[in-house]
């Protein structure tokens, strides 16, 4: 039986180089659930929320990492944000006639960009990488960001399907600091060995391997003769931060004259959430509640 909705950590004892392996499937399936996507969209926005979690894993923050792949192409956007604790959530948008078998994403996308943005929970700060989307596949688009962005020498591997989506990335760490420059030459040269030979076992690896078989077996197949620590598991969960409050302040920010053309307009106001498909509802009671109570608005409804 596979693993389910949960991030392992691991690390090879004799050497630098560490590794974690995800598998989503509630998760995943909850994040598509209620948006109609085809299967060139579905299969990138999958891997993407594998790799989302695995670059959440690797870096330490405390508010929320965006990835976001945004184009001229039919797939122009593309974004999936996580959280510390491993929460997550993502949407893609499409327009015009899309390709009927999958794409490269640098294809789908036109040719554009990928960024990965950190922020602080209060916004304080804020760290940005952008690079161009390079390489046949989503992996190679990320080993690229990883190059430029971080330095560190990053190899991945994605799946998605209908049902899961699992991701295992590999990394090495740098080595410590030594007394010499003989040393140190010495220690990149052996990490260099270890580094090939991790990378040469990982190669062996098929997809249907990867979303199939637990994080224990897989490593056992992989990596048999190393020596490995493999940490707890982690939950990963998927989860959408809208709310009322988000959405009365979103109402607020467009100004009374404008809520109440579109209430007049429709007969109700209604904002749905991109990452959820959650509609808020506005009927004049909540409008006339907004723009005259300074506390949150007592009764919007949602609805799905």
């Known amino acids: 039986m596979h693993d389910a909705d949960i991030l392992r950590r691991f690390v090879f004892e004799r050497f630098p ?3 974690y392996i995800v598998h989503l499937d509630a998760s995943w399936r909850a994040l598509i659930e209620h948006h109609a996507y085809p299967e060139v969209i579905r299969a990138p926005l999958g891997e993407a929320a594998a790799a989302t979690i695995l670059l959440a ?3 330490k923050f405390d508010g929320r990492l965006t990835l976001q792949v945004q184009g001229p192409g039919p797939m122009h956007l593309l974004v999936v944000q996580a959280t510390p604790g491993l929460a997550m959530r993502g949407v893609a948008r ?12 640098a294809a789908l996308s036109g040719g554009g960009q990928m960024t990965v943005t950190v922020e ?15 390489g046949e596949t989503l992996a190679e688009c990320f080993e690229a960001y990883f190059a430029q962005s971080e330095q560190l020498p990053t190899r991945l591997w994605l799946v998605a399907t209908g049902e899961r989506a699992a991701g295992l990335l590999l990394q090495r760490l740098p080595s410590g600091a030594s ?7 010495h220690a990149a040269a052996s990490g260099d060995e270890d580094w090939n030979r991790v990378l040469h076992l990982a190669a062996t690896l098929t997809t249907a391997e990867l979303a199939d078989l637990p994080a224990d077996e897989l490593l056992r197949r992989l990596f048999h003769e190393e020596d490995l620590r493999v ?11 809208c709310s009322r409050d988000r959405v009365s302040g979103i109402l607020r920010s467009l100004g009374e004259p404008e809520v109440r053309d579109i209430l007049c307009e429709r007969g109700e106001v209604e904002v749905r959430c991109e990452f959820c498909n959650r509609a808020w509802q506005y009927d004049a009671v909540d409008v006339g509640a907004l723009f005259t109570a300074t506390d949150p608005v007592a009764g919007p409804r949602a609805v799905q």
């Open 120 to 134: 602080s929970e209060d916004r304080s700060s804020r760290y940005q990488g952008i690079v161009p989307l390079q």
């Open 57 to 59: 894993a690797t870096v």
């Open 231 to 241: 940490f707890d598991p982690a939950p990963v969960y998927f989860q959408c931060n």
């Open 94 to 105: 499409w327009r015009g006639e899309l390709p009927p078998a999958p794409q490269t994403v």
């Open 179 to 185: 007394a010499s420059a003989q040393e140190i030459e």
């Open 17 to 19: 180089v560490r590794g």
